[in-house]
């Protein structure tokens, strides 16, 4: 129960108490230095932990703070450290990472970080939950993460003040711990300062400059009251303020300021040194703070804030009661000291959340040299360390040594960033749904229909559940004899108001809301079939198509792709981006072209150009590589977006041909239209490009179509398609059948921490002449990988999402990337990368031998290992042929 105390903690009572530990005065001086390597802009944990990695390679940097160190939202957090997430093994790897740097900052600084080991309990109300955790537990065992699950009498014992009777499991964690905001900072500064660092406290940033370079600008300098500081790096740190620090280089950023809050109970002796708890399905986490407790919570109605006013320093607000209350009774269910126990002081500060409840990290594609090291949603203490290091690590060499890419940005489109509106609901769902069980294929409901292309509407009548990827809606499936279409943000039924009437979607969703088999899973098979057997029709109309051309457009595609592009006119070849490191930054492919007809799918071109298409999530990744390329390399070429200016249509299966060729006069066969070919074609009397390509392994063609012209094709082909059985085919059986064939999806199997060597691609990565990255590549060749992708099926009937753990002869050797359903194969698939467990390179024959299971929530099933798909080893369907499927067949039938 809340007792009326009174006791909001006031800001010069803080800084009392800063002044008394010895933590008031970080400043190296008043006038600041004419240059340096990188200017921090904040002086929170974010901005701290980023001075000290950067000290720690030798960088010079400065580190600007407004007011005082820790005045802002880091002075009130919580502290909290979990080692496992839900999310993924990134961000497994980036709070373990946090947690190893914290443990060492008292031998290599001298200051005790103020970290408490006393472990991590995390409650299970549910039977799904507990599937949850199982899983998290299995993907755990690879990062040698020590977790348990135990029964409630156990974690009982663990935590007197738990009622065993009102949960049902519980996982329970030793290494997890808490930590004193200030003194981490403290220890971080003071880390920092003995390698040259300098930090200027009450010295505020007026004004970031730039100046133009090609179509982008870059960073310059930073003005202050104290002087000017020229650098060619700016890291924007400002929690809550980040907004404010990047319109001062003219871009917004998908951030959200609300008030998070907990209370302080009053002293409980039983609880000293009890572990940590966490009951998600509550919305609670209590934190051990010696003989009390500290209740925070997520609710669905949290007050959102327009702005946080600039002199908000060591500031809290008056704690809505009414609203915190829930918590309380919630906390009181599992753990019944809190409906007793009074409460003798709340705190209730802003923090900044975000759309996806993940960090803004990275440079800005908009402004070179202005970095973003912001919106930690509440978890600052546990994920900036780890953050901060690879962030580090980005600035020192151009790329992180993590795949970064979903917490970098760039993951939100420049049209998201600016809807002020979008951000908004989308970080009020995050946050009130940030305890929710983490299902595979479930989906948002806030920021919805954001972005639709051309087809949207014609596909939601036929009958498509859609899906949104980086804010652009897609079909994910479709339904038949009704429609299911989304409707606008309802908010939970908070802030007054109205649940939707119309449910069809959120009902359709709860199909998916399993670690099973979906509700969906026999409808997405027969698409899948449809494909196999007859012909489909996708919509990649989101794929990103862009135009390299100029002078230098030769030389520059050279630079950029890995693969041969000058293979002559209307060649589509297949190719990866890669960084400095030998990384894939994005997939694509690629078609040479020469002087055109002046239409969009046909430019005028002087000399030869590309056209560039890059699916899914790696298109704007590709689209910001190659301008940066290009401009480091002073490359005379351009590249152009064009992908709101034209749909991609793809027909697929052993019908596609035909049905093409009716609705065509250009001669669709295999001596004019081979595979790996594009040309100009009209479909009722409108110009496309037509390419003959599949990412399905099906005889196939892309139709890339300029947006006046795409619905007539549209209805072209569906009208011509009845008589060839042509069915509607959504996302989840595309990837269903992608990865069936074995075939790489950018941002799962392959990413920018992955070496193409080991994601077997080195077919698409010439010899002959220079890219970027090559040395890489070539080292790989000669001397081995240390981690190879491998395909795997299953034999008994489990279902496999990806983050599954490899054993190979009773050795832990990798994890999965990625797991569907095969439905030409009739089992579970997994892709992922599998290691030596004495760290020796990996071949073939380590490959091919050994006995191996995939672990799925905590339980080992046997497994069968493939160096490719087993599913048509010789490609005869790409090519067309399926005589070869008809002969098997029918002596299978015999």
Same mark, same amino acid.
């Given at each position: 129960?809340?007792?009326?105390?009174?006791?909001?903690?006031?800001?010069?009572?803080?800084?009392?108490?800063?002044?008394?530990?010895?933590?008031?005065?970080?400043?190296?001086?008043?006038?600041?230095?004419?240059?340096?390597?990188?200017?921090?802009?904040?002086?929170?944990?974010?901005?701290?932990?980023?001075?000290?990695?950067?000290?720690?390679?030798?960088?010079?940097?400065?580190?600007?703070?407004?007011?005082?160190?820790?005045?802002?939202?880091?002075?009130?957090?919580?502290?909290?450290?979990?080692?496992?997430?839900?999310?993924?093994?990134?961000?497994?790897?980036?709070?373990?990472?946090?947690?190893?740097?914290?443990?060492?900052?008292?031998?290599?600084?001298?200051?005790?970080?103020?970290?408490?080991?006393?472990?991590?309990?995390?409650?299970?109300?549910?039977?799904?939950?507990?599937?949850?955790?199982?899983?998290?537990?299995?993907?755990?065992?690879?990062?040698?993460?020590?977790?348990?699950?135990?029964?409630?009498?156990?974690?009982?014992?663990?935590?007197?003040?738990?009622?065993?009777?009102?949960?049902?499991?519980?996982?329970?964690?030793?290494?997890?711990?808490?930590?004193?905001?200030?003194?981490?900072?403290?220890?971080?500064?003071?880390?920092?300062?003995?390698?040259?660092?300098?930090?200027?406290?009450?010295?505020?940033?007026?004004?970031?400059?730039?100046?133009?370079?090609?179509?982008?600008?870059?960073?310059?300098?930073?003005?202050?009251?104290?002087?000017?500081?020229?650098?060619?790096?700016?890291?924007?740190?400002?929690?809550?303020?980040?907004?404010?620090?990047?319109?001062?280089?003219?871009?917004?950023?998908?951030?959200?300021?609300?008030?998070?809050?907990?209370?302080?109970?009053?002293?409980?002796?039983?609880?000293?040194?009890?572990?940590?708890?966490?009951?998600?399905?509550?919305?609670?986490?209590?934190?051990?703070?010696?003989?009390?407790?500290?209740?925070?919570?997520?609710?669905?109605?949290?007050?959102?804030?327009?702005?946080?006013?600039?002199?908000?320093?060591?500031?809290?607000?008056?704690?809505?009661?009414?609203?915190?209350?829930?918590?309380?009774?919630?906390?009181?269910?599992?753990?019944?000291?809190?409906?007793?126990?009074?409460?003798?002081?709340?705190?209730?500060?802003?923090?900044?959340?975000?759309?996806?409840?993940?960090?803004?990290?990275?440079?800005?594609?908009?402004?070179?040299?202005?970095?973003?090291?912001?919106?930690?949603?509440?978890?600052?203490?546990?994920?900036?360390?780890?953050?901060?290091?690879?962030?580090?690590?980005?600035?020192?060499?151009?790329?992180?040594?993590?795949?970064?890419?979903?917490?970098?940005?760039?993951?939100?489109?420049?049209?998201?960033?600016?809807?002020?509106?979008?951000?908004?609901?989308?970080?009020?769902?995050?946050?009130?749904?940030?305890?929710?069980?983490?299902?595979?294929?479930?989906?948002?409901?806030?920021?919805?229909?954001?972005?639709?292309?051309?087809?949207?509407?014609?596909?939601?009548?036929?009958?498509?559940?859609?899906?949104?990827?980086?804010?652009?809606?897609?079909?994910?499936?479709?339904?038949?004899?009704?429609?299911?279409?989304?409707?606008?943000?309802?908010?939970?039924?908070?802030?007054?108001?109205?649940?939707?009437?119309?449910?069809?979607?959120?009902?359709?969703?709860?199909?998916?809301?399993?670690?099973?088999?979906?509700?969906?899973?026999?409808?997405?098979?027969?698409?899948?079939?449809?494909?196999?057997?007859?012909?489909?029709?996708?919509?990649?109309?989101?794929?990103?198509?862009?135009?390299?051309?100029?002078?230098?457009?030769?030389?520059?595609?050279?630079?950029?792709?890995?693969?041969?592009?000058?293979?002559?006119?209307?060649?589509?070849?297949?190719?990866?981006?890669?960084?400095?490191?030998?990384?894939?930054?994005?997939?694509?492919?690629?078609?040479?072209?020469?002087?055109?007809?002046?239409?969009?799918?046909?430019?005028?071109?002087?000399?030869?150009?590309?056209?560039?298409?890059?699916?899914?999530?790696?298109?704007?990744?590709?689209?910001?590589?190659?301008?940066?390329?290009?401009?480091?390399?002073?490359?005379?070429?351009?590249?152009?977006?064009?992908?709101?200016?034209?749909?991609?249509?793809?027909?697929?299966?052993?019908?596609?041909?035909?049905?093409?060729?009716?609705?065509?006069?250009?001669?669709?066969?295999?001596?004019?239209?081979?595979?790996?070919?594009?040309?100009?074609?009209?479909?009722?009397?409108?110009?496309?490009?037509?390419?003959?390509?599949?990412? @399905?392994?099906?005889?196939?063609?892309?139709?890339?179509?300029?947006?006046?012209?795409?619905?007539?094709?549209?209805?072209?082909?569906?009208?011509?398609?009845?008589?060839?059985?042509?069915?509607?085919?959504?996302?989840?059986?595309?990837?269903?059948?992608?990865?069936?064939?074995?075939?790489?999806?950018?941002?799962?199997?392959?990413?920018?921490?992955?070496?193409?060597?080991?994601?077997?691609?080195?077919?698409?990565?010439?010899?002959?002449?220079?890219?970027?990255?090559?040395?890489?590549?070539?080292?790989?060749?000669?001397?081995?990988?240390?981690?190879?992708?491998?395909?795997?099926?299953?034999?008994?009937? @489990?279902?496999?999402?990806?983050?599954?753990?490899?054993?190979?002869?009773?050795?832990?050797?990798?994890?999965?990337?990625?797991?569907?359903?095969?439905?030409?194969?009739?089992?579970?698939?997994?892709?992922?990368?599998?290691?030596?467990?004495?760290?020796?390179? @990996?071949?073939?024959?380590?490959?091919?031998?050994?006995?191996?299971?995939?672990?799925?929530?905590?339980?080992?099933?046997?497994?069968?290992?493939?160096?490719?798909?087993?599913?048509?080893?010789?490609?005869?369907?790409?090519?067309?042929?399926?005589?070869?499927?008809?002969?098997?067949?029918?002596?299978?039938?015999?």
């Amino acid at each position: 129960m809340f007792r009326a105390s009174g006791c909001i903690v006031k800001r010069q009572t803080r800084r009392r108490l800063l002044k008394k530990l010895g933590f008031c005065d970080f400043s190296t001086g008043s006038q600041v230095p004419p240059q340096a390597d990188v200017v921090i802009i904040g002086g929170g944990t974010a901005g701290c932990n980023l001075l000290y990695q950067l000290s720690k390679r030798g960088i010079q940097a400065v580190l600007l703070e407004r007011g005082k160190v820790t005045n802002g939202t880091t002075w009130h957090t919580g502290g909290l450290l979990w080692r496992l997430s839900n999310s993924g093994d990134v961000d497994i790897q980036l709070l373990e990472a946090s947690r190893n740097i914290y443990m060492g900052l008292e031998q290599d600084t001298g200051v005790h970080p103020g970290i408490v080991m006393n472990g991590g309990l995390f409650i299970a109300r549910t039977d799904e939950r507990i599937e949850e955790f199982k899983r998290a537990h299995s993907i755990g065992h690879y990062f040698n993460i020590e977790t348990q699950m135990i029964t409630p009498s156990d974690a009982a014992k663990l935590s007197p003040i738990l009622d065993p009777k009102n949960f049902k499991a519980a996982l329970y964690c030793p290494g997890d711990s808490h930590i004193d905001p200030t003194m981490l900072c403290s220890s971080l500064i003071k880390g920092a300062k003995k390698r040259g660092a300098q930090i200027f406290e009450n010295c505020a940033v007026s004004a970031i400059l730039t100046e133009p370079v090609a179509n982008l600008r870059k960073v310059t300098g930073v003005q202050t009251p104290n002087g000017t500081i020229k650098t060619n790096c700016v890291v924007n740190s400002a929690g809550v303020w980040s907004r404010n620090v990047s319109q001062l280089v003219g871009v917004d950023i998908p951030l959200t300021p609300m008030k998070h809050s907990y209370v302080i109970t009053d002293s409980i002796p039983d609880v000293k040194g009890t572990p940590n708890i966490r009951d998600l399905d509550g919305d609670v986490y209590i934190k051990i703070q010696g003989d009390t407790l500290h209740l925070g919570g997520y609710e669905n109605n949290p007050e959102i804030l327009k702005e946080v006013a600039s002199d908000f320093n060591f500031g809290l607000y008056e704690l809505d009661k009414s609203l915190f209350q829930v918590h309380v009774e919630r906390a009181g269910e599992i753990c019944p000291v809190f409906k007793t126990v009074g409460i003798k002081s709340d705190v209730c500060g802003p923090e900044s959340f975000t759309p996806d409840h993940r960090p803004l990290i990275g440079e800005d594609p908009r402004v070179l040299g202005m970095f973003h090291n912001s919106g930690y949603n509440s978890g600052g203490i546990q994920l900036s360390g780890g953050v901060t290091e690879q962030l580090a690590i980005w600035i020192a060499t151009g790329r992180p040594e993590v795949h970064m890419f979903n917490y970098d940005i760039k993951r939100f489109s420049l049209l998201q960033r600016s809807d002020r509106a979008w951000v908004t609901e989308s970080s009020h769902e995050a946050y009130a749904t940030k305890y929710n069980i983490v299902f595979p294929n479930d989906q948002k409901l806030a920021g919805r229909n954001h972005k639709t292309d051309m087809f949207h509407e014609a596909l939601v009548a036929k009958g498509a559940v859609m899906e949104q990827v980086q804010g652009v809606e897609r079909p994910a499936y479709y339904v038949k004899d009704r429609t299911v279409p989304v409707r606008s943000y309802d908010w939970y039924g908070a802030y007054d108001h109205v649940r939707n009437p119309d449910n069809r979607y959120e009902k359709e969703l709860e199909g998916d809301r399993t670690f099973g088999f979906s509700a969906h899973h026999h409808a997405i098979g027969e698409e899948a079939l449809s494909i196999r057997n007859s012909v489909g029709l996708f919509n990649l109309s989101h794929f990103t198509k862009m135009y390299l051309t100029g002078p230098d457009a030769q030389e520059a595609a050279d630079w950029l792709f890995t693969v041969d592009t000058d293979l002559g006119t209307g060649r589509v070849a297949y190719s990866c981006l890669l960084n400095s490191k030998g990384g894939i930054e994005a997939d694509c492919t690629v078609t040479q072209l020469s002087e055109g007809v002046g239409t969009l799918v046909g430019p005028i071109m002087k000399g030869k150009g590309y056209y560039i298409v890059a699916c899914g999530e790696s298109g704007p990744q590709a689209v910001n590589h190659i301008r940066k390329e290009l401009i480091k390399k002073n490359f005379k070429a351009v590249i152009t977006d064009t992908t709101d200016r034209m749909g991609i249509l793809s027909l697929q299966g052993p019908k596609s041909r035909q049905l093409l060729q009716s609705v065509t006069d250009f001669p669709i066969t295999d001596d004019r239209f081979p595979l790996g070919m594009s040309h100009l074609i009209k479909i009722n009397g409108n110009l496309c490009r037509a390419t003959r390509i599949s990412f @399905v392994g099906e005889l196939g063609y892309q139709l890339h179509i300029p947006v006046a012209f795409c619905i007539p094709v549209y209805n072209k082909l569906i009208d011509a398609g009845r008589g060839f059985d042509l069915q509607h085919i959504g996302f989840r059986a595309f990837y269903s059948l992608q990865c069936e064939k074995g075939y790489h999806l950018w941002n799962h199997d392959i990413r920018m921490d992955d070496n193409p060597v080991e994601a077997d691609l080195r077919g698409i990565c010439r010899e002959n002449g220079q890219y970027l990255g090559k040395q890489h590549v070539d080292k790989l060749k000669k001397y081995g990988c240390y981690k190879r992708r491998a395909f795997f099926t299953m034999q008994n009937d @489990v279902c496999l999402h990806g983050n599954e753990t490899v054993w190979r002869d009773d050795h832990i050797v990798g994890y999965l990337r990625r797991g569907n359903y095969g439905y030409s194969l009739d089992c579970s698939i997994g892709i992922g990368y599998v290691q030596h467990p004495k760290g020796k390179v @990996v071949d073939d024959e380590f490959l091919k031998s050994g006995k191996y299971e995939i672990e799925v929530s905590n339980r080992r099933y046997p497994a069968t290992l493939f160096l490719k798909s087993p599913f048509d080893p010789t490609h005869n369907r790409i090519l067309g042929d399926y005589e070869f499927e008809v002969q098997e067949q029918e002596h299978f039938e015999d």
